[in-house]
């Protein structure tokens, strides 16, 4: 089948790639013209393990090209997917600004039945609006269908997730855009992955929700971990011991610095917001996002604690990126992290084994009060504390007394609970982990 794909950001690239590996015809449109040349040119603008196989394989074989013209895009497909984003707006709600531009681009072109279909996460109710917005800005009087079909792939591990995801969830009341949509999903449904047929209010609604719930249980067991701290309870064995029943699931029972990226911020902020407008206050999210914004405090009284102020200090921040096996670091923990100790008069030696870029652009502002290691013993050199904020695979195994030959004192928080707690303080480091209280120096 012809594909087009609007945006080639985390999911538009991931989903077009992986739907021209699938066997179907894909292209792929972004209005930025460099980003464009660089996917042109078999390059992938940001880090993803196996996506960039995935797109010179199907580049190759001419099942997936690049354009910055919606037009071609809609010409020649028949189903075209928005995966534009959907940025907080000010007042928390979905910024659909990206979303509203290109309906009305691909609105504008319509010359025969097309079906619509919405990646990007947008709030109840963007279906039915984008039904009017096209209706509304076509040329001419052409059928078309509106679809939601909410994404669920996490950075980091993107492709996977699309080859073999939990669940595909598809929205629509019209039983030809619905044929569609499974001939499309096919590969999937032969490996037995289900898929939710469903309205579009509801598919529009299962994204936030699954959403929302994921930012709830972290902020529980950060919630958790906090008392862990005060009585001396390990959090780990508390989770491992919650996970283990069936009903509660051990993932998402980490404890750290509060979730980040470009996601979970953002989309409990939107569904707050719905439910705002609607009249039915979502509390318990509500909730979530406050306890997030403090475990930031609870990371920095740690290191405050333990670095005996930041006054004039050199801090190690190991990890940038938002999580490990990304670059992203929008919303990311260690970046608040990283401004709060040049706030208090501290300076910041970051790390981060793919990031490390990006993280400078989005702190540029900061100019000398962050450097830039090139590895995580650079980074501890001379330092007053070091701070884990990602849980990259190569910060379980730092050399401890390597380490702590290198610092100046010999404080270390770990906000991600992957040191060994014992080989940090066999070493001599002063050791804060989160709700780790008897494994604390
Ligand atoms: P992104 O910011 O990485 O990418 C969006 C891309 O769209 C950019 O490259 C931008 O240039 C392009 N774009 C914007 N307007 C355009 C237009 N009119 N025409 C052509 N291109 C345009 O965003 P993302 O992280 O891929 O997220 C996209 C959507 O998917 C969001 O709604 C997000 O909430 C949702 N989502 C993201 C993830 C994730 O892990 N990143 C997971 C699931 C769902």
């Known amino acids: 089948m012809n594909l087009g794909v609007i945006g080639t950001g985390y999911v538009g690239l991931v989903s077009g790639a992986c739907f021209a590996d699938f066997g179907h015809s894909v292209i792929c449109v972004d209005s930025d013209a460099s980003r464009v040349d660089t996917l042109t040119r078999g390059e992938v603008p940001f880090y993803e393990p196996g996506l960039a196989e995935?797109?010179?394989?199907?580049?190759?074989?001419?099942?997936?090209?690049?354009?910055?013209?919606?037009?071609?895009?809609v010409d020649g497909a028949l189903v075209v997917f928005l995966a534009v984003g959907t940025p907080q707006s000010d007042n928390g709600e979905a910024d659909l600004s990206q979303v509203d531009a290109a309906a009305r681009?691909?609105?504008?072109r319509l010359d025969g039945y097309r079906v619509i279909v919405t990646k990007s996460t947008v709030p109840v109710g963007t279906g039915v609006r984008l039904r009017e917005?096209?209706?509304?800005?076509?040329?001419?009087?052409?059928?078309?269908?509106?679809?939601?079909?909410?994404?669920?792939?996490r950075e980091g591990s993107a492709v996977n997730d699309f080859m073999r995801p939990d669940r595909v969830v598809i929205g629509t009341s019209s039983d030809q855009a619905a044929a569609i949509m499974r001939e499309i999903y096919?590969?999937?449904?032969?490996?037995?992955?289900?898929?939710?047929?469903?309205?579009?209010?509801?598919?529009?609604?299962?994204?936030y929700a699954s959403n929302a719930f994921l930012a709830v249980k972290i902020s529980f067991i950060n919630e958790i971990a906090n008392l862990c701290d005060r009585t001396g309870a390990d959090v780990h064995v508390v989770a491992k011991g919650m996970g283990l029943d069936k009903r509660?699931?051990?993932?998402?029972?980490?404890?750290g610095p509060g979730y980040g990226g470009s996601c979970f911020p953002k989309d409990t902020h939107a569904l707050a917001a719905i439910g705002r407008h609607r009249g039915v206050?979502?509390?318990?999210?509500?909730?979530?996002?406050?306890?997030?914004?403090?475990?930031r405090d609870v990371v920095m009284d740690k290191l405050r604690?333990?670095?005996?102020g930041l006054e004039g200090k050199v801090v190690a921040v190991l990890g940038l990126a938002f999580k490990p096996?990304?670059?992203?670091?929008?919303?990311?923990?260690?970046?608040?992290?990283c401004r709060r100790i040049v706030a208090e008069g501290g300076r910041v030696r970051g790390f981060d084994p793919v990031a490390a870029t990006e993280a400078a652009h989005a702190l540029a502002d900061l100019a000398d009060g962050v450097q830039y290691a090139n590895d995580a013993y650079e980074a501890a050199s001379g330092a007053d504390a070091l701070v884990v904020m990602t849980e990259w695979n190569e910060f379980r195994s730092l050399d401890m007394a390597r380490l702590k030959s290198l610092v100046r004192c010999a404080a270390l928080v770990d906000a991600r609970n992957v040191v060994e707690p014992e080989a940090a303080k066999r070493a001599g480091f002063t050791y804060v982990a989160m709700g780790r209280g008897q494994h604390q120096a």
């Open 54 to 73: 995935i797109v010179k394989r199907n580049a190759a074989a001419g099942r997936l090209r690049f354009t910055t013209s919606v037009a071609e895009a």
């Open 133 to 153: 917005l096209i209706a509304a800005h076509r040329t001419k009087p052409v059928a078309f269908d509106v679809v939601s079909n909410p994404e669920f792939l």
């Open 248 to 255: 509660i699931g051990p993932k998402f029972l980490h404890p």
């Open 105 to 108: 681009e691909i609105a504008a």
């Open 186 to 207: 096919r590969p999937l449904y032969l490996i037995e992955t289900p898929i939710v047929m469903t309205d579009v209010e509801t598919s529009e609604t299962i994204k």
């Open 281 to 295: 206050t979502q509390r318990i999210v509500e909730t979530a996002i406050e306890v997030n914004r403090a475990q």
């Open 305 to 308: 604690q333990a670095a005996g």
């Open 325 to 337: 096996n990304t670059s992203d670091v929008r919303e990311s923990p260690a970046l608040d992290i």
